[in-house]
């Protein structure tokens, strides 16, 4: 092996490291990107760090203060992190700043960060202090890691994931309606750690009405809780919904206008968002604009056919999360999504299919759209 091979290898293995410590903030970050950073002299590691929350210590400046309860310092070590230090004063002062000041003599990075304010200008710091930098070590494997904030920073919208129950005959429910429960418990729980990961999760007055969901996370121990958008063109829900026992804040767009309504909606603990609609329907993309305003870098939709079909239609879908149960509810059962404007077999859209994974006695099966992008 040549010694530029055995040098990328180091690399990855460090790297790989770092990502394994970025992981550790999966639910954590929002809406900041999950990052993780190793600084090794030699081959040893002398510190290790990841971010664990917004407004608290960067992976490189957690890693630094490892170095020193160590009783060390990074003087020409090699620091290796995630994502591009960023170079700008955010919620906390800028990294390269405190990795200049340390000393290092390398910083190796996984990706680039997709953020404007930072894209390339903290490699260009680093650089112009005298420090080698090594970029895009397994950039793929490291952008992985923040699909939806790369996907805001990218199209300032969220990352937007369709979360389908279905049967083995792709129904969502049988012909009298009832759908609690198609799938099993392993199945449930995997659900509540995807709202546990999504900054928003959203349904339409169909959902609301039919099930009156809670949104939350409903796992043992303390998990982060999704903040609950609802879509009601017409302003029909209720402040009994369950939604407002469950949350805090509940997020409610509509094309309505009514103050009374909207007052008593908003003592309820609903912010309401007014917005055009066209053909009695809310502008999807307008929605979703606004949400990735608000800093939100993944929605989960948990909604039925129609607000899912909508989505779908207007190419808003980026990953569908569908969990298969081996059961047959005939063809009297409601379909799995509601888009009219496929006629023929060429009129229908097709997917990639990234993953399929047992839970249980169902099957989770990870899809997207072939013009959507596995960042």
């Known amino acids: 092996m040549s010694t530029t091979s055995v040098r990328k290898a180091v690399h990855a293995f460090f790297m790989q490291r770092a990502i394994e410590l970025a992981r550790r903030g999966w639910y954590t970050t929002r809406p900041n990107p999950r990052v993780g950073c190793v600084i090794v002299r030699g081959e040893t590691v002398i510190g290790e760090g990841w971010h664990e929350r917004a407004g608290e210590n960067h992976a490189e400046k ?9 009783g060390d310092n990074a003087r020409g070590a090699t620091a290796y992190v995630t994502l591009e230090p960023c170079s700008h004063t955010g919620r906390t002062a800028p990294c390269v700043d405190a990795l200049i000041e340390a000393g290092v003599e390398r910083v190796v990075v996984g990706a680039t960060d997709p953020n404007p304010r930072v ?9 112009e202090a005298g420090i080698e930098v090594i970029a895009d070590v397994v950039a793929d494997r490291c952008r992985a890691l923040n699909p939806g904030f790369e996907k805001r920073m990218r199209d300032k919208r969220p990352r937007v994931r369709v979360k389908l129950a279905m049967s083995l005959d792709g129904r969502t429910a049988a012909a009298d309606g009832t759908s609690q429960w198609i799938t099993g418990d392993v199945a449930r729980e995997d659900v509540h750690r995807l709202r546990a990961e999504s900054g928003v999760v959203m349904v339409g007055r169909g959902t609301l009405v ?7 996370v409903r796992l043992k121990g303390q998990w982060p809780q999704p903040l609950p958008a609802v879509l009601d063109t017409r302003l029909q829900i209720t402040p009994a919904a369950r939604l407002f026992e469950t949350a805090s804040k509940v997020l409610v767009y509509t094309a309505a206008t009514d103050g009374e309504r909207i007052a008593e909606l908003e ?9 055009d609609s066209g053909a009695d329907r809310l502008d999807l993309s307008a929605v979703l604009a606004d949400l990735g305003e608000r800093e939100v870098n993944d929605v989960l939709v948990e909604s039925g056919p129609e607000l899912a079909g909508a989505l779908a239609d207007a190419g808003l879908v980026d990953e569908y999360v569908i969990y298969m149960a081996p059961k047959l509810l005939g063809d009297g059962g409601r379909g799995l999504l509601h888009m009219p404007g496929i006629a023929t077999l060429a009129d229908a859209p097709n997917l990639v299919i990234d993953s399929v994974e047992p839970l249980g006695r169902d099957w989770r099966i990870t899809a997207r759209p072939t013009t959507a992008t596995k960042d």
Do not use: K, W
């Not at 957690?62 to 160590?70: C, G, H, K, N």
């Not at 039919?210 to 949104?215: I, K, T």
């Open 62 to 70: 957690a890693a630094l203060a490892d170095v020193e309860r160590r």
């Open 119 to 127: 894209n390339g200008q903290g490699i260009a710091r680093l650089r």
């Open 210 to 216: 039919a099930d009156d969901p809670g949104l939350n």
């Open 267 to 275: 003592q309820a603990g609903a912010e309401i968002v007014t917005l």
